[in-house]
């Protein structure tokens, strides 16, 4: 026996729809990888980068700072050997060291913590007399200094003349006798400004915000005092300059705002999913439009004669396993012409839409009405015996010959129907539809005789 072959269904649209969700769930879960993946790699290459420009910032700091450094040695030296005030010596030493480092902003010693000689004089003379241990906002990094025995950088903080100064303070101790006797401060102040102008060291570079901690030279336990604090909240890299006896902590974060690849990435798929999800669903949109224009009538709404040609085809399939037949009513409309050439096709169209509904309240779930063509209607009733059909007939007959009202107008017309029974009256569908064409013609001329 032959398989049966079902009328075609369409494709639900709870089914599309999900299969839409489905895709667009899938495209974001790949395009999420995706991007996550290209932000690990993003993430890699800022690290890189940052950490490049940290390595030559911290190498210009520790070599600015390191070389004024080593240049004020002598100096200290000098006095460590001749403790004997010396002030003219103490000038022209100064003079070197200033001239050899443009960063330096002066110099100068405290015997016995007291400053008695500053170079250059000019611009610092309020400098002449300070008691370290008088002034509080210097005196605990000078303690430090002392203690230690030490070399300490402090600050940086507001210089009295003027600026943002460095204080790169040195204790120094004379032999006497063999013993090691504590003489006094060495101090030189280092122009922070001009340091970091040159070692381009700059708040923001390349798309990083830059910034600096470890006030006095405490390194991560001093507060921060160049950039932003919020750059060590979440660094991307982190990097320590050193120098003697302390050191600063630098840190680099990528700037708010800075654009990656990683956003347009994850917009442009994102985009691309929503429009193939958009055409997909607008593809179904096309194919159940398509599918319902191929298997109905556009006028009426009721299936066509190829739908229900399929479902004839189908029940005669059925017919050998269940012993089921069907009937097949051909019912066409009468004094249909008169109406078009009279009122218009317009209210030809709305007759027909009218019939059609009329024959639609004598339709069950499993019965398809179709529209032949022109002014005809077919109706296929599955389980329908040949003792039933006359009944049908004469009700679906009955139905047409009450008025219509269509635009104010009472249009009176009436139907011939002609049916027949698979396989009672013949057994193949072909020949059911032409049995039931040609008793369809037989009723109407029947009635056309009774009416001349």
Same mark, same amino acid.
């Given at each position: 026996?032959?398989?049966?072959?079902?009328?075609?269904?369409?494709?639900?649209?709870?089914?599309?729809?999900?299969?839409?969700?489905?895709?667009?769930?899938?495209?974001?879960?790949?395009?999420?990888?995706?991007?996550?993946?290209?932000?690990?790699? %993003?993430? @890699?290459?800022?690290?890189?980068?940052?950490?490049?420009?940290?390595?030559?910032?911290?190498?210009?700091?520790?070599?600015?700072?390191?070389?004024?450094?080593?240049?004020?040695?002598?100096?200290?030296?000098?006095?460590?050997? @001749?403790?004997?005030?010396?002030?003219?010596?103490?000038?022209?030493?100064?003079?070197?060291?200033?001239?050899?480092?443009?960063?330096?902003?002066?110099?100068?010693?405290?015997? =016995?913590?007291?400053?008695?000689?500053?170079?250059?004089?000019?611009?610092?003379?309020?400098?002449?007399?300070?008691?370290?241990?008088?002034?509080?906002?210097?005196?605990?990094?000078?303690?430090?200094?002392?203690?230690?025995?030490?070399?300490?950088?402090?600050?940086?903080?507001?210089? /009295?003349?003027?600026?943002?100064?460095?204080?790169?303070?040195?204790?120094?101790?004379?032999?006497?006798?063999?013993?090691?006797?504590?003489?006094?401060?060495?101090?030189?102040?280092?122009?922070?400004?001009?340091?970091?102008?040159?070692?381009?060291?700059?708040?923001?570079?390349?798309?990083?915000?830059?910034?600096?901690?470890?006030? =006095?030279?405490?390194?991560?336990?001093?507060?921060?005092?160049?950039?932003?604090? /919020?750059?060590?909240?979440?660094? %991307?890299?982190?990097?320590?300059?050193?120098?003697?006896?302390?050191?600063?902590?630098?840190?680099?974060?990528?700037?708010?705002? %800075?654009?990656?690849?990683?956003?347009?990435?994850?917009?442009?798929?994102?985009?691309?999913?929503?429009?193939?999800?958009?055409?997909?669903?607008?593809?179904?949109?096309?194919?159940?439009?398509?599918?319902?224009?191929?298997?109905?009538?556009?006028?009426?709404?009721?299936?066509?004669?190829?739908?229900?040609?399929?479902?004839?085809?189908?029940?005669?399939?059925?017919?050998?396993?269940?012993?089921?037949?069907?009937?097949?009513?051909?019912?066409?409309?009468?004094?249909?012409?008169?109406?078009?050439?009279?009122?218009?096709?317009?209210?030809?169209?709305?007759?027909?839409?009218?019939?059609?509904?009329?024959?639609?309240?004598? %339709?069950?779930?499993?019965?398809?009405?179709?529209?032949?063509?022109?002014?005809?209607?077919?109706?296929?009733?599955?389980?329908?015996?040949?003792?039933?059909?006359?009944?049908?007939?004469? /009700?679906?007959?009955?139905?047409?010959?009450?008025?219509?009202?269509?635009?104010?107008?009472?249009? @009176?017309?009436?139907?011939?129907?002609?049916?027949?029974?698979?396989?009672?009256?013949?057994?193949?569908?072909?020949?059911?539809?032409?049995?039931?064409?040609?008793?369809?013609?037989?009723?109407?001329?029947?009635?056309?005789?009774?009416?001349?």
């Amino acid at each position: 026996m032959p398989p049966l072959h079902r009328p075609h269904k369409p494709i639900s649209s709870r089914v599309v729809f999900l299969a839409a969700l489905l895709l667009v769930i899938a495209g974001l879960a790949v395009t999420e990888y995706v991007v996550r993946m290209a932000e690990q790699r %993003v993430a @890699q290459v800022r690290t890189i980068e940052a950490t490049a420009i940290l390595a030559q910032m911290r190498a210009q700091l520790e070599s600015e700072i390191n070389s004024v450094l080593y240049l004020s040695r002598g100096l200290i030296s000098y006095v460590a050997v @001749q403790p004997a005030y010396d002030p003219d010596r103490w000038r022209e030493l100064a003079a070197e060291v200033a001239h050899d480092s443009p960063m330096v902003r002066n110099i100068g010693l405290a015997p =016995d913590n007291v400053m008695r000689f500053v170079y250059p004089l000019e611009g610092n003379e309020q400098a002449l007399g300070l008691d370290y241990r008088n002034t509080p906002e210097q005196w605990p990094a000078v303690e430090r200094t002392i203690l230690s025995g030490k070399l300490n950088l402090a600050g940086p903080f507001e210089l /009295k003349q003027g600026g943002a100064g460095i204080v790169a303070r040195s204790p120094i101790y004379f032999m006497d006798d063999g013993e090691k006797h504590y003489w006094g401060l060495a101090s030189i102040v280092i122009d922070f400004p001009r340091l970091l102008e040159q070692a381009r060291v700059s708040a923001q570079v390349e798309g990083f915000d830059i910034a600096i901690r470890g006030r =006095d030279g405490l390194g991560a336990k001093g507060s921060v005092f160049f950039g932003f604090a /919020k750059v060590f909240e979440d660094p %991307v890299v982190e990097m320590t300059v050193h120098f003697p006896n302390g050191s600063w902590i630098m840190a680099a974060r990528s700037s708010p705002g %800075v654009s990656t690849p990683v956003i347009v990435i994850r917009l442009a798929a994102w985009l691309l999913i929503m429009i193939l999800a958009g055409l997909f669903l607008l593809l179904f949109r096309l194919y159940r439009f398509a599918h319902e224009q191929s298997i109905s009538d556009p006028l009426t709404g009721l299936a066509n004669r190829r739908l229900l040609l399929g479902r004839a085809e189908y029940l005669a399939q059925l017919h050998a396993r269940t012993g089921q037949g069907f009937a097949l009513f051909f019912v066409d409309l009468n004094r249909f012409k008169q109406v078009n050439d009279r009122f218009g096709h317009h209210v030809g169209d709305q007759l027909l839409i009218e019939a059609a509904n009329r024959l639609s309240q004598s %339709v069950r779930q499993s019965d398809t009405l179709a529209r032949n063509g022109g002014d005809e209607f077919i109706l296929l009733q599955p389980g329908v015996n040949t003792g039933d059909v006359s009944a049908i007939a004469s /009700k679906l007959e009955a139905m047409m010959d009450r008025p219509f009202m269509i635009e104010g107008h009472a249009l @009176q017309i009436s139907a011939s129907v002609g049916c027949a029974v698979f396989p009672q009256d013949v057994d193949s569908v072909e020949a059911v539809i032409n049995l039931a064409d040609s008793r369809m013609y037989e009723r109407k001329q029947e009635k056309r005789a009774r009416q001349s």
